[in-house]
């Protein structure tokens, strides 16, 4: 597993150092060279650099490199100096990064600057004693960034790199860097033409190509079914609402920056939906109910939009354009337990079916401080918090508490997992609403006549179905179990000439069942197994004279290096049974 470097103190210090170290090498090869920041982040740390006409390569970091490790058996020691304000424009004033630094410090703040033999940055620090102690570092890409973040500014340069004490670490850190990007859904999803992006749509926003559909169909059919089973009614609604509307929910006043811009139509002003819950309350709302018809469960298969910034924006994992997998539930305060219990075990049910082992649930609680963020009335939150404890202490399920992290409606659990490379992310959550129903004046009529107001469970198992494709992609590294896979079969013919017409009559009897493919093309066999196998299609059937003679298939499962020889009812039966 890979360190939080930011989070460890003494790695913290080490990479900081190292990219001073860095800034050196960079100033001894361009002299014109000036710096930004370099911070210390998760996977090491970076620099901003301005190098004005001078460009820098993922080639040249080599050459950077070897400089800094001249640097570095020079050891010299580093030392620390406490400035003036005016000491400070004064070392710096050629400088215009610098200055700007100093200009927007605190008048209070302690200005210091670190110097390594003939280089001082400014810079807060700590630092290692010694430029010898920076030994087991790489440099890992170039990428642009702006000034100060922002695209208005001049376009710098940003080199990352680690350090670790050990050059052990360093190796099993770039190996698991290596290991990452094998398991890239991004990477994974160009390959295997699962989506892709175009600036004519816009960032965050992805196209799901066919095979990236099929999965999406999948993955929906499989969730509808379960959430069918457990009497959930699906619906489908409009994916834009009025301002109004959310000015009803509270999400504007919460949420507002979150959403894409308002729209005018008409006399109307709408907003793309942000979410789901809004438009089920009225749902609910449309017709009276009876104690007797709750519990109601309202599912939804819902594309949502939300204003990501441009830096948050990767892959499927973060979008601006959704699909999630939402359902609210409706349910009189005596059926809380049990249905939070239900949501928590369907979680837990398809974890198990998807192999995920490694997670962890986290009661997201609200801060009692903030009276901005969060709806103000102590009896509402402290009966939901105390709902959500119950469940989980009586299905004993461990968890953490997390302040601050709650909606601003109610208190939620959510559940982090970890997969197999990067940081935990959140796939499922389950919020507690007792807000939402009073907002819309939501009601049922209980058994002794009198009107009462449901309380609201907003759930989604998988998240969105973005999310969870590019988790289940990295989990796999696009090796997708069968009943998932865009390809189920792929039928190769040895010889077009002699073994197309048997490749045919096995494609028709296959098609009408499993998703399958015949490769024809006058390509050399090898070629096109190795292509199969490129593609990681579960099976690859190879038909050659035996199997024509034989009325057999002989196919290769991924994975495999053998070759097995059985009758098609036989294969048939097989992905059945390995489907079901």
Known sequence: MLKNIKEDKRLSVINHSCAHLLAQAVKHLYPNALFWVGPVIEEGFYYDIDLGD????????????????????????????????????????????????????????????????????????????SVKELKHFKLLKVSGAYFKGDSKNKA??????????????????????????????????????????????????????????????QLENYIYNKERKLGYNHVYTPCVGTV???????????????MFPMMKVDEEEF???????????????????????????????????????????????????????????????????????????????????????????????RDKEDKEKYFDDDEMWDNAENKLREV??????????????????????????????????????????FLLPRRFELSYIDNKGEKQTPVVIHRAIFGTFDRFTAFILEETKGALPTWLAPIQVNIIPVNNEHHLEYANKIYSLLKDEFRVELDNREEKLSYRMRESVVRKIPYTLILGQKEV???????????????????IDEFVDLIRKEIK
């Open 271 to 365: 907003v793309l939906r942000p979410m789901n819950c809004p438009h089920h309350m009225l749902v609910y709302k449309n017709k009276l109910h009876s104690y007797r018809d709750l519990p109601i469960r309202i599912g939804e298969f819902a594309t949502d939009f939300r204003y990501e910034a441009s830096g948050a924006v990767k892959g499927l994992e973060r979008v601006r354009c959704m699909c999630q997998n939402d359902a609210h539930l409706f349910v009189t305060p005596e059926q809380i337990k049990d249905e939070f219990k239900q949501v928590v075990n369907l979680i837990l049910d398809v974890y198990k079916d998807f192999g995920i082992k490694d997670y962890k649930f986290r009661l997201s609680l």
């Open 54 to 129: 001078n460009v820098i390569k993922d080639s040249d970091l080599e050459k950077i490199e070897k400089e800094m490790k001249k640097i570095s058996k020079d050891g010299k020691r580093i030392y620390r100096e406490e400035l003036s304000r005016e000491d400070a424009l004064e070392k710096f004033k050629n400088d215009p990064y610098k200055i700007d630094l100093i200009n927007n410090m605190l008048d209070d703040t302690v200005i210091s600057c670190y110097t390594q033999g003939d280089f001082t940055d400014l810079c807060r620090g700590p630092h290692v004693e």
């Open 549 to 567: 003679d034989s009325n057999t298939i002989s196919y290769r499962k991924y994975g495999s290096e053998e070759t097995i020889n059985i009758t």
């Open 392 to 433: 989980l202490n009586e299905l004993e399920i461990p968890y953490f508490e997390a302040i601050g992290e709650a909606a601003f409606y109610g208190p939620k659990l959510d559940v982090e997992v970890k997969p197999a490379v990067g940081p935990e992310v959140t796939l499922s959550t389950c919020q507690l609403d």
């Open 156 to 217: 710098l340069q940003r080199i990352y790199g680690v350090c670790y004490e050990t050059e052990q670490d360093l190796k099993e850190h770039l190996q698991y860097l290596e290991e990452a990007k094998l398991r890239d859904h991004r990477k994974i999803g160009k390959e295997q033409e699962i989506y892709m992006n175009h600036e004519l749509v816009g960032s965050g926003m992805p196209l799901w190509l066919p095979n990236g559909a099929i999965i999406r169909k």
């Open 244 to 258: 109004n509307l959310y000015k009803t929910s509270g999400h504007w006043d919460h949420y507002k920056e979150n």
